[in-house]
């Protein structure tokens, strides 16, 4: 009954702050700008499918591919076990489904299941621990970087030593329970025989006496219970969010040809304006134009912040990166984990002073500093290497609008490219009349 | 070999006063206007054309720059006023299919001005070219210089990440039957040449090395003696590349387009 009363407040507790947690993201990710991602869903759930799921463009590099996916089958069909742990936790019961299948002499369902769980697990564990190695000893080099602060180092050992911790805690659970069983304790009902904690864990737990296994079995219960629901409250403010982010943001993916830079209507209808084009019946004709390009976060689209929770700083796009492959100071990691804390940053201010609450600070200058923004070449090797399909070329590209345009503050080569192009009419200063002296050369040389 | 030919390079005002409509706009780009490199490109395209009998146009001084390296350089105005004005030339000829050998032009064209009300078939030279051969207007020559020389092809991002095309270059360098050697990092992983985005327009920002000489140095390993590429602004930065190595002796930059005329002795 204690046990029952302590389950039903702990699991409020998480669920409160769990959903407090994806109420306050939503919130945040929709203090972006409107922009429409609502057709072609068909193609859109086959980039779910292929890429969330079938974690596609994951297997460039196949062995972290393997790895990854034998955490994230592990994650899904582990979570099963779930179901049964909230059963026990809200009946005060152990082994509420075994019990079950018991009555209907189908316990070898139940046994097959918790084997192949307990595979998964010892597959788990030591994919982590390759991972941990790999990150802390091999130093794989797209985990370092200037943005790889200390909280970034700390966030992915932390999960990895979470994941390790969860999967000890099951396997120390059937281990002793299935002791207890052997010893024919009361309220320990057959499960059969779980083959990897019988010969990975048991040994350790055989010499201990009764009365201490059932409070091992206890604490390991606990400790999975209260470590799941942990895990679900650290993943919101963790670079592992992108284990439910993937699947929206695969299907909110730009689907346009990634050359195409995103059109500025509001720019369309100045122009038709100036060239005396009629403006067509446009109902977001005479509308106040809003700042030109993106200074802050509340400036990008809905989807850009998206990106931003998504991402999970393995560093693909950075290590992919020409500008920064030859040490400029652009990193296409560091331009989505910058707008990740700017707008985690505004959505509390938001919260604490209102939508019109302004710090006097901005996305660019202080988080992103424009000799970044001026170093990218636009050519979408980052945006190709992200395995959940983030586009950090939109937000660099909306920044030098901003800079373009509303702060006039382009480099002055580019000025002068500017001004080439209003007076000749290409980027190079010659006269348009000469542009098509070519032909002449060329019947002259024939 | 002697050239016997002469070339047509009619324009789009000549054959509108004789009423006359083209199968194909060529549109040159400025660099292919203005750059004297690439102008030798624009050539060997435009004398591919009249040998395989294609029925095409320029605009000629109508032509003006695309916007692109102003949009990717944030001045969305200044695209979207060259946009408005060259799809009012285009719309008036009635244009209906547009080929070009520039990348930039060419994702621009296709990919950005129908939002602007410019909606045309554009096809990228390379491209262009496999359809003549296919459809048997451009005969291959059996003996040329190139059999069996060792070519490397360097993907412009604008061709391949950008708008997916990765084989239509490769497989001209194949036709010809060159030895097509390829760089580590190609087709989805192609490295850029460091002069998309508009830094072609403008000093690299501090860093320890220029993205070209990144790229050239990949280049060279491959041994090859020519690196084609398909793109204006990728023959700059890799031809700089070769320049600073101190290879121009042994290692050519070329368009695919050249490769072709020069097999053909055009």
């Known amino acids: ?446 | 070999m002697e050239n016997k030919h002469s070339y047509t390079i009619p324009t789009m005002a000549e054959l509108a006063r004789e009423g006359k409509a083209p199968e194909v706009l060529l549109w040159i780009g400025c660099a292919g206007s203005y750059d004297e490199r690439y102008k030798k490109v624009t050539g060997a395209f435009v004398k591919i054309l009249n040998i395989a009998n294609v029925d095409f146009a320029v605009l000629g001084e109508e032509e003006t720059c695309t916007g692109d390296p102003a949009r990717r350089a944030g001045n969305e105005f200044l695209f979207q006023m060259q946009a408005a004005a060259n799809i009012r030339v285009l719309n008036a000829y009635s244009i209906k299919k547009i080929v070009t050998a520039c990348p930039h032009c060419y994702n621009t064209i296709k990919n950005e001005y129908p939002d602007l009300g410019g909606n045309y078939e554009v096809v990228h030279h390379s491209e262009f070219l496999n359809q003549l051969i296919k459809d048997g207007r451009l005969i291959m020559d059996d003996d040329h210089d190139l059999k069996n020389s060792k070519v490397t092809y360097h993907d412009s991002c604008y061709l391949g990440r950008a708008n997916q095309v990765y084989e239509a270059p490769r497989r001209l360098i194949e036709t010809l039957r060159a030895d097509l050697v390829e760089m580590n990092r190609n087709r989805q992983n192609g490295l850029c040449c460091g002069a998309g985005g508009a830094q072609m327009f403008k000093e690299p920002e501090k860093g320890n090395k220029d993205i070209n000489i990144e790229r050239t140095e990949e280049a060279l390993e491959t041994g090859a003696g020519i690196i084609a590429s398909a793109c204006p602004f990728c023959m700059t930065m890799l031809s700089d590349g070769i320049k600073n190595k101190e290879r121009e002796d042994d290692v050519k930059v070329l368009d695919i387009a050249e490769l072709i005329a020069n097999s053909k002795s055009l």
């Open chain 1, 1 to 446: 009954m204690f046990q029952q009363i302590l389950f039903f407040l702990v699991a409020a507790a998480a669920a409160f702050f769990f959903f407090g947690r994806i109420l306050r993201i939503r919130k945040n990710i929709l203090l972006g700008r409107a922009e429409d991602r609502s057709d072609q869903s068909k193609m859109r759930w086959r980039s779910v499918l292929l890429v969330a799921f079938g974690q596609k463009k994951m297997f460039k590099k196949p062995i972290p591919a393997f790895l990854h996916l034998l955490i994230y089958v592990g994650f899904l069909v582990i979570n099963i076990e779930g179901i049964e742990f909230f059963l026990d936790g809200a009946l005060g019961k152990h082994r509420t489904i075994a019990r079950f299948l018991e009555n209907w002499d189908l316990t070898v369902f139940y046994t097959v299941t918790l084997n192949i769980f307990e595979f998964l697990a010892v597959l788990v564990i030591l994919a982590c621990v390759f991972f941990l190695v790999r990150r802390n000893i091999f130093k794989v080099k797209r985990f370092s970087g200037p943005e790889m602060t200390s909280w970034p180092k700390l966030d992915a050992n932390l999960i990895l030593l979470f994941e390790i911790i969860l999967m000890f805690a099951i396997m120390t659970m059937n281990a002793a329970d299935q002791i207890l069983q052997e010893r024919n304790v009361e309220g320990y009902p057959d499960t059969g025989l779980m083959i990897f904690s019988e010969v990975f864990a048991s040994p350790f737990y055989r010499p201990l006496n009764t009365d201490i296994l059932i409070f091992v079995e206890r604490i390991a219960w606990w400790l999975h219970i209260i470590g799941i629901f942990a895990f679900a409250i650290y993943v919101t403010y963790s670079k592992h969010l992108h284990t439910f982010m993937a699947f929206p943001n695969t299907y909110y993916a730009n689907l346009e040809p990634a050359g195409k830079i995103k059109n500025m209507p509001e720019v369309t209808r100045e122009v038709n304006m100036m060239l005396g084009i009629s403006a067509q019946e446009d109902p977001a004709a005479g509308e106040e134009i809003s700042r030109l390009g993106a200074k802050d976060v509340r400036d990008l689209s809905w989807k850009n912040l998206m990106d931003a929770y998504t991402c999970t700083e393995c560093g693909r796009c950075t290590s992919e990166c020409p500008a920064n492959q030859t040490g400029k100071k652009l990193s296409p990691r560091k331009i989505m984990m910058d707008t990740r804390d700017r707008i985690e940053e505004v959505g509390r201010l938001v919260a604490k002073n209102g939508n019109q609450a302004d710090d006097g600070k901005s996305l660019l200058e202080d988080y992103i500093a424009k000799e970044e923004i001026f170093a990218c070449t636009s050519c979408n090797a980052c945006v190709e290497a992200c395995p959940v399909m983030i586009d950090p070329l939109s937000i660099i590209l909306q920044m030098r609008r901003y800079l373009s345009m509303e702060e006039s503050s382009a480099p002055a080569e580019w000025n002068s490219m500017f001004s080439n192009i209003e007076t000749s009419f290409s980027p190079w200063k010659f006269p348009p009349s000469e542009r098509f002296n070519w032909a002449k050369e060329l019947k002259d040389e024939a």
